[in-house]
Nanobody, 117 residues
Framework: QVQLVESGGGLVQSGGSLRLSCAAS????????MAWYRQAPGKQRELVAG??????NYSDPVKDRFFISINNAKNTVYLQMNSLNPEDTAIYYC????????????WGQGTQVTVSS
């Protein structure tokens, strides 16, 4: 059974930092595109950052503030979030999509990030 468990969310003041973790079980992350998405109230879910085969990509709103990394030995992906602002408030979701088999697509339950002004 595949599980993605996010942690590290919480309440932080504007300008602060948080690090999210996504611990995976049942899959080996080295075979997956890993990504963080977020969904703010009343908005669609959007891609924040992704990592695969050593390459990373970021959405424009978080570029140079957020950093995604992966520890294959721990089967965990991280999202370091710096210089947070209230617009970053959302539920953050971890996603794993197999590099070759797209139907192998898994989501975590999400972790709430709230940034106060």
């Amino acid at each position: 059974q595949v599980q993605l468990v996010e942690s590290g969310g919480g309440l932080v003041q504007s300008g602060g930092s948080l690090r999210l973790s996504c611990a995976a079980s049942g899959i080996a992350l080295s075979f997956y595109n890993m990504a963080w998405y977020r969904q703010a109230p009343g908005k669609q879910r959007e891609l924040v950052a992704g990592i695969a085969s050593g390459s990373t990509n970021y959405s424009d709103p978080v570029k140079d503030r957020f950093f995604i990394s992966i520890n294959n030995a721990k089967n965990t992906v991280y999202l370091q979030m710096n210089s947070l602002n209230p617009e970053d408030t959302a539920i953050y979701y971890c996603n794993a999509r197999h590099l070759l088999v797209e139907r192998q697509d898994y989501w975590g339950q999400g972790t709430q990030v709230t940034v106060s002004s």
